[in-house]
């Protein structure tokens, strides 16, 4: 487990195949009550995160997280899933989430469920406010940073819609983050901290790379 705020931990990186790198995020908040953004790739950091306090809900930011790791975070832990309804369909052979996710709000947990659909329907964004007021944005794949540093949305032909993928960096570019976590990501990190100039810049690079919008004219006038 690598530390990266007082309150916020990353799990090693996992590749589930060549060219996707993953982590998952712990968020340790004064009331105890861990939270895990996305999902571990295996079992070796659970006495780790037991150390930390265990984890008592998970969040899914889309269907791509889900897996056999979720049964097994809820048997060790008793964590409660999260995770967006629009992709239900692709979470549940794996677990049947506690808490469906489908408008924006702050929960209990004090997480701000952004949902923010397009690289697939279901994907959804998350805010809290970390020590010192930081807020901390996990964007699962919807933005991350590539490894020649410019930023890119999720968008994968014949999956991702496009429109709604611009619709959604509309949404994030109002949400102020201080520091960003992807879920995949390229490069030597998933997460990065942002000044609201750099930020500006990264949803203009990930809106830049997006295909045009449908109805679009290829023609020039």
């Known amino acids: 487990m690598t530390q990266i705020r007082s309150d916020l931990w990353q799990t090693p990186s996992f590749s589930p195949f060549p060219g996707l790198t993953t982590h998952s995020y ?13 999902s571990p790739g295996d079992t070796a950091d659970f006495d780790a995160l037991a150390e930390l306090g265990g984890v008592a809900h998970q969040y899914l930011s889309h269907q791509d997280e889900a897996g056999p790791m979720l049964r097994r975070v809820a048997e060790r832990f008793g964590a409660r899933l999260h995770a967006p309804a629009a992709d239900l369909g692709g979470i549940e052979e794996h677990a049947t989430p506690d808490v469906l996710l489908a408008e924006r709000g702050s929960d209990a947990q004090r997480v701000e469920v952004i949902p923010t659909p397009g ?38 032909p ?49 809106l830049a790379g997006l295909p045009a919008p449908s109805g679009a004219s290829s023609s020039a006038p």
Do not use: C, K
């Open 26 to 38: 712990l968020w340790a908040p004064a009331n105890g009550e861990n939270v895990l953004f996305y």
């Open 158 to 206: 014949g999956m991702s819609d496009a429109d709604d993928l611009r619709a959604a960096l509309a949404v994030l570019a109002d949400t102020a983050p201080d520091l960003v976590a992807s879920s995949a990501f390229a490069g030597e990190s998933g997460v990065h901290a942002v000044t609201p100039g750099e930020w500006r810049i990264a949803i203009e690079q990930a």
């Open 119 to 156: 690289h697939t329907p279901g994907s959804t964004s998350f805010v809290v406010t970390g020590d010192g007021e930081e807020r901390y944005l996990f964007t699962g794949d919807t933005l991350f940073r590539g490894a020649s540093g410019n930023w890119h949305a999720g968008f994968i």
